[in-house]
């Protein structure tokens, strides 16, 4: 089991950019993803990553604008999210898998789960 804190949210306008951490309390051999959750909406699957970040698994709605990495040297992920809209507007949390699953988008496959990070964008 690992703890995952996020940080980087904000109130931002439409067209910025904002980059979210999670620093990983341990090493984590699993793969590490985003999701989110907008006010009276289900939880979504944003991005995941494999252990060596070699596969990666974005969902369609992000693909050209969000950009998943992470550093297993420093135990973090992050994300890079440019060309924010207002659609965008959610709690961001970060999860981890047991080690070596690939970085699915279904919410039951991963274990541990941070507290979250607000991304608000205007318009």
């Known amino acids: 089991q690992v703890q995952l804190v996020e940080s980087g949210g904000g109130l931002v306008q439409a067209g910025d950019s904002l980059r979210l951490s999670c620093a990983v309390s341990?090493?984590?051999?699993?793969?590490l993803a985003w999701f989110r959750q907008a006010p009276g909406k289900d939880l979504e699957f944003v991005v995941g990553?494999?252990?060596?970040?070699?596969?990666?698994n974005y969902a369609d709605f992000v693909k050209g604008r969000f950009t998943i990495s992470r550093d297993n040297t420093k135990n973090a992920l992050y994300l890079q999210m440019n060309s924010l809209k207002p659609e965008d507007t959610a709690m961001y949390y970060c999860?981890?898998?047991?080690?070596?699953?690939?970085?699915?988008?279904?919410?039951?496959?991963?274990?541990?789960w941070g507290q979250g990070t607000q991304v608000t964008v205007s318009s």
């Open positions: 341990k090493h984590s051999f699993g793969a």
């Open positions: 999860a981890s898998t047991r080690p070596f699953q690939a970085p699915a988008q279904t919410k039951n496959e991963y274990d541990d």
């Open positions: 990553i494999s252990y060596l970040g070699r596969a990666t």
